[in-house]
T-cell receptor, first 111, second 113 residues
Framework: QKEVEQNSGPLSVPEGAIASLNCTYSDRGSQSFFWYRQYSGKSPELIMFIYSNGDKEDGRFTAQLNKASQYVSLLIRDSQPSDSATYLCAVNSPGYSTLTFGKGTMLLVSP | EAGVTQFPSHSVIEKGQTVTLRCDPI?????LYWYRRVMGKEIKFLLHFVKESKQDESGMPNNRFLAERTGGTYSTLKVQPAELEDSGVYFC???????????FGEGSRLTVL
């Protein structure tokens, strides 16, 4: 049974701070990792994906992957109130057409 | 470009009734997925179409659920007869290539009383 674990939060950070969202996964063979953002009542929206160990930066977002530790994280720099949402970690394993999702971490950025 | 659209946005039915959910993927996306989120749980995979063919239906809970994608365009997910545990939000997603780079619809919330 493939599992993806996230702290449900809420994670509260002040505006301008760095938000750090974490995710662990159980399937050591997983190769593709995704972060989706979901505003309340809206559709999940892909914001980052990472396939290789290390860091991947896109604007204020940085995804970090450590396959040895089976750990993936998302850093949001200069957090804004508009970043307040639930962040979903999702993992794909080779040979499968599915994504395994975590329950999501709620992020609250206060002005 | 229109996104993934789902209908209805919310459906309230009684146990034993039938409900049909519809998904219109982004035009040109051959891959169409159904996922479901039950309250308090994570989003879980139901099935995957490539064009009109079912590529993977390993996540379908039981034979009360029937998905179709005639002509490889829109898809329907029918639940018949509905049970209380079927309540949740049903998401449709489509993609052009990669399995993980999905475009989701806003979901159809199903409440079974």
């Amino acid at each position: 049974q493939k599992e993806v674990e996230q702290n449900s939060g809420p994670l509260s950070v002040p505006e301008g701070a760095i938000a750090s969202l974490n995710c662990t996964y159980s399937d050591r063979g997983s190769q593709s990792f995704f972060w989706y953002r979901q505003y309340s009542g809206k559709s999940p929206e892909l914001i980052m994906f990472i396939y290789s160990n290390g860091d991947k930066e896109d604007g204020r977002f940085t995804a970090q992957l450590n396959k040895a530790s089976q750990y993936v994280s998302l850093l949001i720099r200069d957090s804004q109130p508009s970043d307040s949402a639930t962040y979903l970690c999702a993992v794909n394993s080779p040979g499968y057409s599915t994504l395994t999702f975590g329950k999501g971490t709620m992020l609250l950025v206060s002005p | 470009e229109a996104g993934v659209t789902q209908f209805p946005s919310h459906s309230v039915i009684e146990k034993g009734q039938t409900v049909t959910l519809r998904c219109d993927p982004i035009s040109g996306h051959d891959n169409l997925y159904w996922y479901r989120r039950v309250m308090g749980k994570e989003i879980k995979f139901l099935l995957h179409f490539v064009k009109e063919s079912k590529q993977d239906e390993s996540g379908m809970p039981n034979n009360r659920f029937l998905a179709e994608r005639t002509g490889g365009t829109y898809s329907t997910l029918k639940v018949q007869p509905a049970e209380l545990e079927d309540s949740g939000v049903y998401f449709c997603a489509s993609s052009h290539l990669s399995v993980g780079e999905l475009f989701f619809g806003e979901g159809s919330r199903l409440t079974v009383l």
